[in-house]
């Protein structure tokens, strides 16, 4: 497979869109479930549902693989799935999914910086320049003046956890993408899995409204929005986005996840009726632009 042209872009892409279908979905379900459940339940789905797919694709969970990158996986796990995907959700929840989709354009940027620090990945002009336009988009459409909708404290709240979503997923991936260049690409996935469901299970036993969030999970009535969001978001989504990270150099893919950000705005306007204002229809068109700079430039 990693001979298949341009393998690691097709499937960087077809990532976004099943991405910007889960966050829709997502967004309903954070009406009525908790972040640290919503992303529990996506989490244990995943790790049941991949189970099978290691054994078709003769994968196993205990690989032969040195204690060091057993640790990095798990650890990536923690970070990148059970810290960065809570405060995710609960970004999503502040500021709505087209808003929070402008937001998470800060994670291309984040992958790119922390690329060129630790991996030895190179950054040019161009890709600076795009940088700034996903800056500037962030800060453009989420401008209390612009979004009266939302209040200023909400917004600000909603950038917060959003960027702290950002650093902790970058950081997550970046940390692996050595490991994830040689090693079954099933295998890694199952291990930071289970790192993200175990820090969460950790998580869940000190908080405070720990039975009311194991309600929620259990609710048949909230798994009409989070069970396909679950399998599209944090099964075929998951699996296929490590794809992309495995066949292509981490930036390229990462410029690519993010097209989902228009996807996102498209369907959150048809499905959630999130308005399409001026400055969020500026803000996507420069994020996007400074996207497509990073990736070619």
């Not at 990158?69 to 970004?91: H, N, P, Q, R």
């Not at 939302?150 to 692996?176: E, N, P």
């Not at 981490?250 to 690519?256: G, K, N, R």
Request: net charge positive; charged share 10%; hydrophobic share 55%.
């Amino acid at each position: 497979m990693a001979n298949f042209p341009y393998l690691g872009e097709i499937l960087s892409f077809i990532t976004a869109i099943l991405w910007a279908s889960a966050v829709v979905l997502f967004k309903r379900s954070g009406e009525t479930i908790n972040p640290i459940g919503l992303n529990l339940f996506k989490d244990i789905l995943s790790f049941i549902l991949i189970m099978p797919t290691m054994w078709i694709f003769g994968d196993k969970l205990l690989y032969d693989a040195p204690l060091r990158e057993y640790v990095l996986l798990f650890l990536s796990g923690v970070i990148g799935i059970g810290l960065a995907d809570t405060f995710f959700f609960k970004s999503l929840n502040l500021l709505g999914a087209g808003l929070s989709a402008i937001v998470d354009c800060l994670y291309s940027p984040f992958v790119i910086i922390l690329s060129v620090v630790f991996i030895g990945e190179s950054m040019d002009s161009l890709q600076i320049l795009g940088v700034f336009m996903i800056i500037f988009a962030v800060l453009t459409s989420t401008n209390p003046r612009h979004t009266s909708h939302i209040g200023r404290k909400q917004i600000i709240s909603g950038i917060i956890y959003g960027v702290i979503a950002m650093i902790a997923i970058s950081s997550s991936i970046v940390m692996i993408k050595p490991i994830l260049d040689k090693e079954p690409m099933l295998w890694v996935t199952q291990i930071r899995t289970t790192g993200g469901i175990l820090s969460l299970i950790v998580l869940l036993l000190f908080y405070p409204g720990r039975k009311k969030v194991l309600r929620q999970i259990v609710s048949l009535k909230n798994w009409r929005f989070m069970l396909p969001a679950s399998i599209l978001g944090n099964y075929l989504a998951l699996i296929v986005w490590m794809g992309g990270m495995k066949y292509t150099e981490a930036s390229i893919a990462a410029a690519l996840n993010q097209t989902s950000n228009v996807f996102i705005i498209i369907l959150a306007a048809i499905f959630l009726k999130e308005a399409i204002t001026r400055e969020k229809t500026i803000g996507i068109i420069s994020a996007t632009i400074g996207v497509f700079l990073v990736m070619f430039g």
